[in-house]
């Protein structure tokens, strides 16, 4: 089908449900379910989260990942002055390294 086949038979749907749309009486039925519903589950959840991220920086604390890091950074900021392909000042190279840790944290934390 070709594009404008496929746009008239959408409009032709929206139509059709936007005159044959019938409203259901809620009668607070919505508002009742929702007020029944367990909220330690929310809870739970954010408190499993909170556990595990303590978790995992106590690990990367532990395990040295912080001079692991640091290191990793290092080796990739003289590879790259000394290979001639950039000239970067340390004090941007800090700065980007700041906001993309920065980043990657809000990520993080917002997916919880």
Request: charged content about 20%; hydrophobic content about 45%; aromatic content about 6%.
């Amino acid at each position: 089908m070709t594009e404008n086949s496929n746009m008239n038979e959408d409009k032709l749907l929206q139509e059709f449900f936007a005159e044959h749309r019938k409203e259901i009486a809620d009668e607070g039925f919505t508002r009742r379910v929702i007020q029944r519903l367990p909220a330690h589950k929310n809870r739970t959840a954010q408190i499993w989260t909170f556990c595990c991220s303590v978790l995992t920086l106590v690990a990367f604390v532990a395990l040295d990942g912080v001079h692991l890091l640091g290191n990793a950074l290092m080796q990739a900021l003289r590879n790259t002055v000394n290979s001639g392909i950039m000239d970067i000042d340390p004090k941007a190279m800090l700065l980007a390294a700041v906001i993309l840790v920065y980043l990657g944290c809000s990520r993080i934390t917002s997916r919880a």
